[in-house]
């Protein structure tokens, strides 16, 4: 595939209207992509043929006689696995949900649908969001569009692999500690975590009720303003969903950066080589583009990674054991292996242990804040993962949180929202994404500084070899 | 009580029924855990506490 085979969503819309292109062909080409990639990616669990196309021809017709939906308009998308679709399969990946077949759809995949997405494929993920890469499940696991040795990251695993090999033009993941922005760096694209209130969770399968966050990834910043656009209001049937005006993400895009303040987070990812010189490097040249685009770059200390690490955990191991506890103990077998050792965990965490970590996690939010009005900084830099993706097989341990703190982590605890872009390739040809995160609220200050950063520094060059 | 007798408890008294290698397993998992649960520090209560509040159902939290 050529880089022009991967066009963005952004450029699509216009095409659409131009009328160079049509939502039957878009459909068919990631019908067809989706389709002819599976035995080497395994990215879907559903590929949804019939209604994706009924939807097209839909869509085509609208756009012929001026009803036009927006930029999402006959924009094939694709879902993780874990998103009620009405009528289609939602399995989560488990032997648990093998058949659920929900009667309604998420509150985001209703809105991306009155957007006029149209939706190609249920994606892979690992079993409810946690506890992969496993081979155990109903589905196998996704591989990496780059190099299908190595494992896309998770637990959006599909929508990581999918997103990069173009066989969606955008995916929605879940981040609980990392799972969209994991996927994002591992895959080469782009991944929000949106402040914690601002996408409503009803109907995606939970894994931390509190710690959940529902997201878009895509190609490019611009594209994920798209879909940011679409998904963003409140849901008075999300209680964690906050009534706030959603701004103008697109027009945000093209606000000035001159004077914005970054804060680089080296201590997470530089002390004692916890990051590979390469993983540091680009955060570096990352901080380099972001001044040469008229942002000021300072250092700034925050809370110890590790503290945030070990509050979310136990956080998520707690609730998460409370979700699957029946199902643990009435059918553990139906689970996979890791998924089953992993939230079991959970029962060993008590009620006050619990409520130890809540509280400690509102100690570690206003600290973080408090940091950023210190050091008079508008958004984060830091790096997202240590390294580049890992070969299957070596990236499996059943408790891989005991090893370094994931540099995601925090950010689900703080509620901020978090953005990865890529930031160029290591030399074993493998991408590697950066971090930035905002203040609360200021989602669309954070995608302009990402968008200046993309922008700054220039297309990747490259796609998979798929 | 050992390590081992207290995950043995709290095992079973969650009704947990796990065989010997899930045994193995979980209690290297509930061994890293102790770390974890190590660094939650006990915080003294606070004026801005609770850190959880309930909060009503029809409840339209706005900011």
Same mark, same amino acid.
């Given at each position: 595939?050529?880089?022009?085979?991967?066009?963005?969503?952004?450029?699509?819309?216009?095409?659409?209207?131009?009328?160079?292109?049509?939502?039957?062909?878009?459909?068919?080409?990631?019908?067809?992509?989706?389709?002819?990639?599976? #035995?080497?990616?395994?990215?879907?669990?559903?590929?949804?043929?019939?209604?994706?196309?009924?939807?097209?021809?839909?869509?085509?017709?609208?756009?012929?006689? $001026?009803?036009?939906? =927006?930029?999402?308009? $006959?924009?094939?998308?694709?879902?993780?696995?874990?998103?009620?679709?009405?009528?289609?399969?939602?399995?989560?990946?488990?032997?648990?949900?093998?058949?659920?077949?929900?009667?309604?759809?998420?509150?985001?995949? *209703?809105?991306?649908?009155? *957007?006029?997405?149209?939706?190609?494929?249920?994606?892979?993920?690992?079993?409810?969001?946690?506890? $992969?890469?496993?081979?155990?499940?109903?589905?196998?696991?996704?591989?990496?569009?780059?190099?299908?040795?190595?494992?896309? =990251?998770?637990?959006?695993?599909?929508?990581?692999?999918? %997103?990069?090999?173009?066989? %969606?033009?955008?995916?929605?993941?879940? #981040?609980?500690?990392?799972?969209?922005?994991?996927?994002? =760096?591992?895959?080469?694209?782009?991944?929000?975590?949106?402040?914690?209130?601002?996408?409503?969770?009803?109907?995606?399968?939970?894994?931390?009720?509190?710690?959940?966050?529902? =997201?878009?990834?895509?190609?490019?910043?611009?594209?994920?303003?798209?879909?940011?656009?679409?998904?963003?209001?409140?849901?008075?049937?999300?209680?964690?969903?906050?009534?706030?005006?959603?701004?103008?993400?697109?027009?945000?895009?093209?606000?000035?950066?001159?004077?914005?303040?970054?804060?680089?987070?080296?201590?997470?990812?530089?002390?004692?080589?916890?990051?590979?010189?390469?993983?540091? *490097?680009? %955060?570096?040249?990352?901080?380099?583009?972001?001044?040469?685009?008229?942002?000021?770059?300072?250092?700034?200390?925050?809370?110890?990674?590790?503290?945030?690490?070990?509050?979310?955990?136990?956080?998520?191991?707690?609730?998460?054991?409370?979700?699957?506890?029946?199902?643990?103990?009435?059918?553990?077998?139906?689970?996979?292996?890791?998924?089953?050792?992993?939230?079991?965990?959970?029962?060993?965490?008590?009620?006050?242990?619990?409520?130890?970590?809540?509280?400690?996690?509102?100690?570690?939010?206003?600290?973080?804040?408090?940091?950023?009005?210190?050091? #008079?900084?508008?958004?984060?830099?830091?790096?997202?993962?240590?390294?580049?993706?890992?070969?299957?097989?070596?990236?499996?341990?059943?408790?891989?949180?005991?090893?370094?703190?994931?540099?995601?982590?925090?950010?689900?605890?703080?509620?901020?929202?978090?953005?990865? %872009?890529?930031?160029?390739?290591?030399?074993?040809?493998?991408?590697?994404?950066?971090?930035?995160?905002?203040?609360?609220?200021?989602?669309?200050?954070?995608?302009?500084?990402?968008?200046?950063?993309?922008?700054?520094?220039?297309?990747?060059?490259?796609?998979?070899?798929? | 009580?050992?390590?081992?007798?207290?995950?043995?408890?709290?095992?079973?008294?969650? @009704?947990?029924?796990?065989?010997?290698?899930?045994?193995?397993?979980?209690?290297?998992?509930?061994? @890293?855990?102790?770390?974890?649960?190590?660094?939650?520090?006990?915080?003294?209560?606070?004026?801005?506490?609770?850190?959880?509040?309930?909060?009503?159902?029809?409840?339209?939290?706005?900011?």
């Amino acid at each position: 595939m050529t880089a022009s085979e991967y066009p963005t969503i952004a450029a699509t819309a216009r095409a659409l209207r131009a009328g160079t292109t049509t939502a039957r062909e878009l459909v068919t080409a990631s019908l067809e992509r989706l389709q002819a990639t599976q #035995d080497t990616l395994h990215s879907a669990i559903t590929i949804m043929t019939d209604e994706a196309l009924v939807a097209a021809d839909k869509a085509d017709v609208d756009l012929k006689t $001026g009803k036009d939906l =927006g930029p999402l308009h $006959g924009i094939p998308i694709g879902l993780k696995d874990i998103y009620d679709t009405a009528g289609t399969l939602t399995t989560c990946n488990s032997r648990m949900l093998e058949d659920n077949v929900p009667d309604a759809d998420a509150d985001s995949v *209703a809105r991306l649908r009155a *957007a006029g997405a149209i939706f190609t494929a249920k994606l892979a993920t690992h079993e409810f969001a946690n506890g $992969g890469p496993s081979f155990d499940l109903p589905w196998p696991p996704a591989r990496n569009p780059w190099n299908p040795d190595h494992v896309p =990251g998770g637990s959006s695993s599909g929508s990581g692999a999918a %997103v990069a090999a173009g066989l %969606v033009m955008g995916a929605m993941g879940s #981040d609980t500690g990392g799972s969209i922005r994991g996927p994002a =760096g591992l895959n080469g694209i782009v991944g929000l975590k949106p402040s914690y209130g601002r996408i409503s969770r009803r109907g995606i399968f939970p894994l931390s009720w509190t710690q959940d966050h529902a =997201g878009p990834m895509t190609r490019t910043v611009e594209d994920c303003a798209i879909m940011m656009q679409a998904l963003s209001g409140y849901d008075p049937h999300d209680p964690a969903s906050v009534d706030t005006p959603v701004p103008d993400y697109l027009a945000a895009l093209e606000g000035q950066v001159e004077g914005l303040k970054v804060g680089i987070v080296r201590d997470w990812y530089r002390p004692e080589g916890l990051a590979d010189p390469e993983s540091t *490097a680009q %955060v570096e040249g990352a901080a380099a583009l972001l001044q040469e685009a008229g942002m000021t770059v300072r250092d700034i200390t925050l809370p110890d990674n590790a503290d945030f690490h070990a509050c979310g955990r136990i956080i998520i191991l707690s609730e998460a054991f409370a979700i699957h506890r029946k199902g643990l103990l009435a059918t553990p077998e139906r689970y996979g292996e890791f998924l089953r050792d992993r939230i079991r965990l959970g029962a060993f965490i008590s009620a006050h242990e619990y409520i130890s970590a809540l509280r400690f996690r509102r100690h570690l939010t206003q600290a973080t804040l408090d940091a950023m009005a210190a050091a #008079d900084v508008d958004v984060l830099l830091t790096a997202n993962q240590y390294g580049t993706a890992e070969k299957f097989g070596n990236s499996s341990p059943t408790f891989p949180f005991f090893g370094k703190p994931y540099l995601t982590m925090a950010f689900n605890l703080t509620g901020q929202p978090a953005l990865t %872009v890529c930031g160029g390739f290591a030399a074993n040809g493998l991408p590697i994404g950066v971090q930035l995160a905002g203040k609360p609220y200021e989602d669309d200050l954070l995608l302009r500084v990402g968008h200046a950063f993309e922008t700054a520094r220039g297309a990747l060059g490259r796609t998979p070899k798929i | 009580m050992t390590d081992q007798e207290k995950f043995d408890t709290i095992a079973e008294a969650a @009704g947990l029924a796990l065989d010997d290698a899930e045994r193995v397993r979980l209690m290297e998992g509930y061994n @890293g855990l102790q770390k974890l649960l190590a660094q939650i520090p006990d915080m003294a209560l606070a004026p801005d506490e609770p850190a959880i509040a309930y909060v009503m159902p029809t409840t339209r939290v706005q900011r």
